[in-house]
């Protein structure tokens, strides 16, 4: 209940233009621990940095104001710009889209747009052997997503396209029931958006059991899940988990995010775990980077320390 009130406190307060525009310009040293770059080459640095250490990435183009189906269309070519420069450096082209930001929700020529820009997107990902996750926001557009989603598998197979399951929604275990004909590529979060309380749990501890019947479950059906937590003790359990149930380790991955527990990421790779960064990089970081601030009352302490240094 308390992380509830301050994920809120800190979205009302980060929602200022005023908080927005001091952090703008005082605070890019601690943007940086969450944002890899503004640009295509710094997140593909990023992305070879972590290959060293035997850590694959998720690139991120992040969006903002994203309206017009021009814009869409835009935010979607420079996606499809990513994957051709992340693959010409030899970088594996796994990307994460917002289906919103190319246009979910807005008909052009009688279909929908987010539709038609992710097919581009994950048409172009898969001639590279990449992968696309569609991420997941707030829960008006989980049906939408949801349904997309089971088109682009129909369209592109279960390797090419994966998406997201968050396990505050109190519907996310028969989301995952419904579809496992698919034997979807399924990243499991917890959930980072501002919730009701007539569609999410508000206790971390209903929230953290759920997700632990997310990942066994999926797990357990055999499909590859991706355990895209922090969370150490979560950790440990699936570990426990997949080792009693003989579930080998390339069904699953762990994936972190950038800047967040580095040192974890790295021993679970020593250890011989697949693990994934996801690395969101561009110029419209400030909404990303305040949902990373309201994840955990230390980053404010963070924010604050940071700021009083200028
Ligand atoms: C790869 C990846 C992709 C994601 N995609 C989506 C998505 O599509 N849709 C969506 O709604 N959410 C997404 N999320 C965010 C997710 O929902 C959570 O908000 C976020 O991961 C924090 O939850 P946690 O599982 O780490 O657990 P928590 O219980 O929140 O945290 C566990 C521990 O992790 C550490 N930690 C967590 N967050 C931070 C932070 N910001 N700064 C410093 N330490 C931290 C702390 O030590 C904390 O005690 C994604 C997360 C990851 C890792």
């Given at each position: 209940m308390l992380d509830q009130v301050y994920r809120k406190a800190v979205l009302t307060v980060t929602g200022n233009p005023n908080v927005e525009k001091?952090?703008?310009?005082?605070?890019?040293g601690l943007v940086k621990r969450f944002v890899a770059s503004e640009d295509i080459p710094g997140v593909l640095r990023a992305a070879k940095e972590l290959e060293q250490d035997g850590i694959g990435a998720i690139l991120d183009q992040l969006g903002e104001f994203i309206d017009s189906p021009e814009q869409c269309n835009e935010f979607a070519q420079q996606v499809l710009d990513l994957i051709e420069q992340a693959?010409?450096?030899g970088v594996e082209p796994y990307v994460s889209i917002k289906l919103s930001s190319v246009g979910q929700g807005k008909t052009v020529n009688g279909e929908d747009l987010g539709l038609t820009n992710a097919r581009?997107?994950?048409?172009?990902?898969?001639?590279?052997?990449?992968f696309v996750c569609l991420d997941m926001e707030d829960h008006p557009l989980v049906d939408l997503t949801l349904a997309?989603?089971?088109?682009?598998?129909?369209?592109?197979?279960?390797k090419a396209v994966g998406t997201v399951l968050q396990s505050y929604l109190f519907r996310s275990l028969k989301d995952r029931d419904s579809l496992d004909d698919l034997q979807p590529n399924i990243r499991m979060v917890k959930g980072a958006y501002l919730e009701p309380e007539t569609v999410a749990y508000k206790d971390k501890a209903d929230v953290d059991a759920n997700y632990r019947r997310l990942v066994y479950q999926h797990m357990k059906a055999g499909n590859y899940t991706n355990v895209a937590t922090h969370d150490e003790k979560i950790i440990d359990d699936?570990?426990?988990?997949?080792?009693?149930?003989?579930?080998?380790?390339?069904?699953?991955?762990?994936?972190?995010?950038?800047?967040?527990?580095?040192?974890?990421?790295?021993?679970?790779?020593?250890q011989g775990y697949r693990v994934r960064t996801y690395i969101a990089y561009g110029p419209a970081w400030y909404p990303y980077f305040t949902r990373r601030i309201a994840e955990t009352p230390r980053n404010a302490l963070f924010i604050v320390k940071g700021m009083l240094k200028g």
């Amino acid at each position: 209940m308390l992380d509830q009130v301050y994920r809120k406190a800190v979205l009302t307060v980060t929602g200022n233009p005023n908080v927005e525009k001091i952090v703008r310009a005082r605070g890019k040293g601690l943007v940086k621990r969450f944002v890899a770059s503004e640009d295509i080459p710094g997140v593909l640095r990023a992305a070879k940095e972590l290959e060293q250490d035997g850590i694959g990435a998720i690139l991120d183009q992040l969006g903002e104001f994203i309206d017009s189906p021009e814009q869409c269309n835009e935010f979607a070519q420079q996606v499809l710009d990513l994957i051709e420069q992340a693959h010409a450096q030899g970088v594996e082209p796994y990307v994460s889209i917002k289906l919103s930001s190319v246009g979910q929700g807005k008909t052009v020529n009688g279909e929908d747009l987010g539709l038609t820009n992710a097919r581009r997107i994950i048409r172009k990902a898969s001639e590279y052997g990449g992968f696309v996750c569609l991420d997941m926001e707030d829960h008006p557009l989980v049906d939408l997503t949801l349904a997309q989603f089971r088109t682009l598998v129909g369209e592109f197979g279960n390797k090419a396209v994966g998406t997201v399951l968050q396990s505050y929604l109190f519907r996310s275990l028969k989301d995952r029931d419904s579809l496992d004909d698919l034997q979807p590529n399924i990243r499991m979060v917890k959930g980072a958006y501002l919730e009701p309380e007539t569609v999410a749990y508000k206790d971390k501890a209903d929230v953290d059991a759920n997700y632990r019947r997310l990942v066994y479950q999926h797990m357990k059906a055999g499909n590859y899940t991706n355990v895209a937590t922090h969370d150490e003790k979560i950790i440990d359990d699936v570990k426990h988990f997949a080792l009693i149930h003989d579930i080998p380790r390339d069904q699953f991955e762990f994936q972190m995010l950038y800047g967040i527990r580095r040192d974890l990421q790295k021993d679970l790779a020593l250890q011989g775990y697949r693990v994934r960064t996801y690395i969101a990089y561009g110029p419209a970081w400030y909404p990303y980077f305040t949902r990373r601030i309201a994840e955990t009352p230390r980053n404010a302490l963070f924010i604050v320390k940071g700021m009083l240094k200028g």
